[in-house]
């Protein structure tokens, strides 16, 4: 099991940006495909992004691929959401997600993440 613990969360206005964080612990990170998840609420808890073990494939979905970058730095055991040009409708709490990396594609869906942090709330404000 990883431990993950979301931040740079916040209220920031329309047009703003913010970098969330998730720093990882507990078991080899670089073992870990990680994703990013949202969900506001009464809604399901959508996926936004994932990043494979080495870093070197991500895929952002498409809704949001032109604003959102997903990163990870495997020394400093941290996943890295980049989010740019935010409207309303990206208010949502935010979750970071791991899962064991076999190699076998994108991670899109929730059922694929065995471990989830507490999420970190984004209010985007018009």
């Known amino acids: 099991q990883v431990q993950l613990v979301e931040s740079g969360g916040g209220l920031v206005q329309a047009g703003g940006s913010l970098r969330l964080s998730c720093a990882a612990s507990?078991?080899?990170?670089?073992?870990?495909?990680m994703g990013w998840f949202r969900q506001a609420p009464g809604e399901e808890r959508a996926f936004v992004a994932t990043?494979?073990?080495?870093?070197?494939?991500?895929f952002v979905t498409h809704s949001l691929k032109d604003r959102f970058t997903i990163s990870r730095d495997n020394a400093k055991n941290t996943v890295y959401l980049q989010m740019n040009s935010l409207k309303p409708d990206d208010t949502a709490a935010y979750y970071c997600?791991?899962?064991?990396?076999?190699?076998?594609?994108?991670?899109?869906?929730?059922?694929?993440?065995?471990?989830w942090g507490q999420g970190t709330q984004v209010t985007v404000s018009s």
């Open positions: 997600a791991a899962t064991i990396d076999y190699g076998l594609g994108y991670n899109l869906k929730v059922s694929d993440y065995s471990d």
């Open positions: 507990g078991r080899t990170f670089s073992d870990y495909a």
């Open positions: 990043i494979s073990r080495s870093g070197a494939l991500t």
